[in-house]
């Protein structure tokens, strides 16, 4: 199982940039999806998840009314709108695939964000 994210980079305060997360080597939409975030010297933290379905989603606190999670099934793709970036939004992001037959959690190698105030 591969999970290849994209769409990081560096972005002024107030910017936007859209993350995606391309899986392969599994059913799609036989997982659910998250997108974790982690600082230099801080924990991996959640930043949002959706059910394979689209029906359930959840967000950290910190990013509600800001970002958006979906996935397109057809696509084997996983995304994430960043709207109004916050110097605080910057971190590594990293995609992760949870199989709700298996219990087994898969996680893409992490993509760049900086906010830069």
């Known amino acids: 199982v591969q999970l290849q994210a994209s769409g990081g980079g560096l972005v002024q305060a107030g910017g936007s940039l859209r993350l995606s997360c391309v899986v392969s080597?599994?059913?799609?939409?036989?997982?659910?999806m998250g997108w974790y975030r982690q600082s230099p010297g801080k924990q991996r933290d959640l930043v949002a998840t959706?059910?394979?379905?689209?029906?359930?989603?959840n967000y950290a606190d910190s990013v509600k009314g800001r970002f958006t999670i979906s996935r397109d099934n057809a696509q084997n793709t996983v995304y994430l709108q960043m709207n109004n970036l916050k110097p605080e939004d910057t971190a590594v992001y990293y995609c992760?695939?949870?199989?709700?037959?298996?219990?087994?959690?898969?996680w893409g190698q992490g993509t760049q964000v900086t906010v830069s105030s």
């Open positions: 080597g599994t059913t799609f939409s036989s997982h659910s």
């Open positions: 992760r695939a949870y199989g709700l037959g298996s219990g087994i959690s898969y």
């Open positions: 959706i059910s394979w379905g689209s029906n359930t989603k």
